[in-house]
């Protein structure tokens, strides 16, 4: 955590290049805010996937539930640890990120971000390695931006990952009866294409 001199350093090293890089303050600000807009379209896509392929729907359905719940488990231990933001304890740094009093570690941006990684892996790894490069840009701009120690980062990816791929074991099998009852309704376009789109969507989506 802050007081970790590995992790402190490694801080200031980020902190460092973004002092070097002022070209890069508006993109890299702008994503660590805004971005998870992308990871709201990619769990879209996993859903639009799964649909087309006839397959891996339970999970892309979990995706976005073991995202929130990710998030929502995160808080007591957020609360719990009450780590200071880095720009309330080391002095002199260069700080981009709108100044926070919440507590620092875990990070919430990356636990969500590590949940949807994870989610989308159950349902295709071409969307999941998109969703772990857009993870890696959002860990690193949340600390380049100075809102996240790089451990904070850490340990969200670790927590939200497994918060989803240990729901998704309880909440699978719930899931796929639900989405059978579902196919025999008029709602039977949300989980399943018509057959010549969904032969389509098969040859194209990742698997």
Do not use: C
């Amino acid at each position: 955590m802050g007081g970790d001199s590995m992790n402190t350093r490694l801080f200031l090293e980020i902190n460092d290049l973004a002092r070097a890089t002022p070209w890069l303050h508006d993109p890299m600000a702008g994503y660590a805010k805004y971005g998870v807009v992308l990871f709201a379209v990619l769990l879209l896509a996993g859903w639009w996937t799964a649909r087309l392929r006839g397959a891996g729907l339970p999970a892309a359905i979990w995706a976005p539930i073991g995202m929130l719940l990710a998030v929502a488990v995160n808080q007591p231990i957020v609360s719990a640890v009450h780590e200071a933001r880095p720009y309330t304890t080391l002095p002199d740094i260069l700080v981009l990120a709108d100044r926070s009093t919440d507590p620092s570690f875990p990070s919430d941006h990356a636990t969500m971000a590590g949940a949807v990684v994870a989610g989308l892996l159950l349902v295709s790894w071409r969307l999941g390695l998109l969703a772990v490069a857009a993870a890696a840009v959002m860990g690193f701009a949340r600390v380049y931006i100075a809102a996240h120690y790089p451990f904070d980062v850490l340990a969200g990816f670790a927590l939200g990952a497994a918060v989803t791929l240990l729901g998704y074991l309880v909440a699978r099998h719930p899931i796929a009866a639900g989405l059978d009852r579902l196919e025999r309704t008029r709602l039977r376009p949300l989980v399943r294409a018509s057959g010549g789109a969904a032969a389509h969507g098969a040859a194209a989506a990742g698997r």
